[in-house]
């Protein structure tokens, strides 16, 4: 149980263009999902919290009219970078946690998604 | 959030026990401790999580102290497919926490 399915797994954008990524909670319901990034050999790095039926909640320095987020049901949230830039390129990673938050085995992440802007 | 240290690196042979000592004098009293795994181009993958004393499944030990300040992950006869980023973490198990990555543990093994 708990899986969480992230799509696309890599993507190449032109500079000026808008990405959008997709994390779905495939067996459970999740009112909280977080956006993590992480660049070649650091660690993750949150980006922000979604929550569903509300606006997202970002990390400091994180540009929340480039990176809009939406969390519209319980099962989906969106990631789009827009006007991306090379410096955009990254790995995006989101994770989440059933239901009221209640869990023995840790948050579960998404594969992530590789982002490539050229 | 606690904080959290950890080598930055370790190298291990293949059938070896590997230990991974971590870090976290600010672990607050609901505060579990909870390891991950990071295998290069994937998410962080959940390995075992414990509060006090040990607890062991069947990827892991671990070994946490009476004063819980610190925490060992134990790999029992690693193989070349345990190389991995790894990361401990200390978390609430309730609730929506943000979770603090810190530098995690890259882990090679070698033949």
């Known amino acids: ?118 | 959030l606690a904080k959290t240290t950890q080598p930055i690196s370790m190298d291990s042979y293949e059938g070896q026990e590997v230990n991974i000592t971590c870090s976290h004098n600010n672990i607050a009293t609901n505060d579990y401790i909870t390891w991950y795994q990071q295998f290069p181009s994937q998410g962080p993958r959940f390995i075992i999580q414990g509060y006090k004393t040990k607890v062991t499944n069947e990827v892991a030990s671990l070994f946490i102290p009476a004063d819980r300040k610190s925490s060992t992950l134990s790999l029992p006869r690693v193989s070349l497919s345990d190389t991995a980023v790894y990361y401990c973490l200390v978390e609430g198990n309730t609730g929506f926490q943000k979770l603090v990555f810190g530098t995690g543990t890259r882990l090679l093994v070698s033949p």
């Open chain 1, 1 to 118: 149980g708990a899986v969480v399915s992230q799509h696309p797994s890599r993507v190449i954008c032109k500079s000026g263009t808008s990405v959008k990524i997709e994390c779905r909670s495939l067996d459970f319901q999740a009112t909280t999902m977080f956006w993590y990034r992480q660049f070649p050999k650091q660690s993750l790095m949150l980006m922000a919290t979604s929550n569903e039926g509300s606006k997202a909640t970002y990390e400091q320095g994180v540009e929340k009219d480039k990176f809009l987020i939406n969390h519209a049901s319980l099962t989906l949230s969106t990631l789009t970078v827009t006007s991306a830039h090379p410096e955009d390129s990254s790995f995006y990673i989101c994770s989440a946690i059933p239901g009221q938050g209640a869990r023995r085995f840790g948050y579960t992440f998404g594969s992530g998604t590789r982002l490539t802007v050229v």
